[in-house]
Nanobody, 114 residues
């Protein structure tokens, strides 16, 4: 059983940056780690994911501003978010999965506003 704890969210002005962390406990991160987000009134959407070997995939609207990474030794994944826009406001969730198991964190709120 993997427990995921996201941190690093908060209030930031447009154009600012935040770095989210996703710390795993109870077991190791699985083959894939992804960040998702859900804005009020909208469905949850994929932001980016990363494989064990470092392969990454991003949503088109975020690939030039966000960077996903993972530190397997620390059992932690990260999402560096730059040039933030008001439309990036959402709850950001971490997910880790493999062919058999799938785990989600509780989410961290990111608010981009002046």
């Amino acid at each position: 059983q993997v427990q995921l704890a996201e941190s690093g969210g908060g209030l930031v002005q447009p154009g600012g940056s935040l770095r989210l962390s996703c710390a795993a406990s109870g077991s190791i991160l699985r083959n894939y780690v992804g960040w998702y987000r859900q804005a009020p009134g909208k469905e949850r959407e994929l932001v980016a994911f990363i494989g064990t070997g470092g392969y990454t995939n991003y949503a088109d609207s975020m690939k030039d501003r966000f960077t996903i990474s993972r530190d397997n030794a620390k059992n932690t994944a990260y999402l560096q978010m730059d040039s933030l826009k008001p439309e990036d406001t959402a709850v950001y969730y971490c997910r880790t999965w493999d062919a058999v198991r799938n785990y989600w964190g509780q989410g961290t709120q990111v608010t981009v506003s002046s």
